[in-house]
């Protein structure tokens, strides 16, 4: 069974930056063989998709509210899937998660496996 855990988050000013990591385990099962989507959350809303990567070099989305600002990319050697942040705002202050599916989805329920988050603050 896939496993995911993101690393990366902290506090930060605001724009600063701060890249996500999204480790997968066991090695043998590659993430490149899965869209790896970006999702976050903030207390009392629900989680919201950020960033999708598809599947072997597919294409990437991202939600307006990041476009132009973080770029997903995969590091297959590694096994990892990052989420590079740029230019932050507070408002991008949330828990975020990295997940697996078969194909991107702006859904949280196409999405088999998850992280357990990594907090990201957005402050001065």
């Known amino acids: 069974q896939l496993r995911l855990v993101e690393s990366g988050g902290g506090l930060v000013q605001p724009g600063g930056s701060l890249r996500l990591s999204c480790a997968g385990s066991?090695?043998?099962?590659?993430?490149?063989?899965?869209?790896i989507g970006w999702f976050r959350q903030v207390p009392g809303k629900e989680r919201e998709a950020v960033s999708c990567?598809?599947?072997?070099?597919?294409?990437?989305n991202y939600a307006d509210s990041v476009k132009g600002r973080f770029i997903a990319s995969r590091d297959n050697a590694k096994n990892m899937v990052y989420l590079q942040m740029n230019s932050l705002k507070p408002d991008d202050t949330a828990v975020y998660y990295c997940?697996?599916?078969?194909?991107?989805?702006?859904?949280?329920?196409?999405?088999?496996?998850w992280g357990q988050g990594t907090q990201v603050t957005v402050s001065s």
């Open positions: 990567i598809g599947v072997r070099g597919g294409r990437t």
């Open positions: 066991p090695i043998t099962l590659k993430l490149d063989y899965y869209a």
């Open positions: 997940a697996a599916a078969g194909y991107c989805s702006d859904y949280v329920s196409r999405f088999d496996s």
